[in-house]
């Protein structure tokens, strides 16, 4: 079993930055990769960002250039640094892992909310 904690989330005016982080414990090894989905209010969840083992990246096109994910081995933390943040980036940001695909993540963090506004 894995579990993963979200933090870092809050209120930013839009511009601003924002650096969610994920914390991951239990049978770590076991998972191919660790990301970031996200859910608006009324919409359904939507990828954001993943992380290979190896470090390979892959993002959504709507944050592409302006998100980046990392990962700390040592730590077993990821991190989604969110830059130029804009109205349409409020939701709940999810922290996923995934022992195959990001598509089919098997586990979920509680969800951390980030909220864009003036």
């Known amino acids: 079993q894995v579990q993963l904690v979200e933090s870092g989330g809050g209120l930013v005016q839009p511009g601003g930055s924002l650096r969610l982080s994920c914390a991951a414990s239990?049978?770590?090894?076991?998972?191919?990769?660790m990301g970031w989905y996200r859910q608006a209010p009324g919409k359904q969840r939507e990828f954001v960002a993943h992380?290979?083992?190896?470090?390979?990246?892959n993002y959504a096109a709507s944050v592409k250039g302006r998100f980046t994910i990392s990962r700390d081995n040592a730590k077993n933390v990821v991190y989604l640094q969110m830059n130029s943040l804009n109205p349409e980036d409020t939701a709940v940001y999810y922290c996923?892992?995934?022992?195959?695909?990001?598509?089919?993540?098997?586990?979920w963090g509680q969800g951390t909310q980030v909220t864009v506004s003036s």
């Open positions: 992380i290979t083992r190896g470090g390979g990246t």
């Open positions: 239990g049978t770590i090894l076991s998972l191919n990769t």
């Open positions: 996923i892992g995934a022992l195959v695909s990001y598509s089919r993540p098997q586990y």
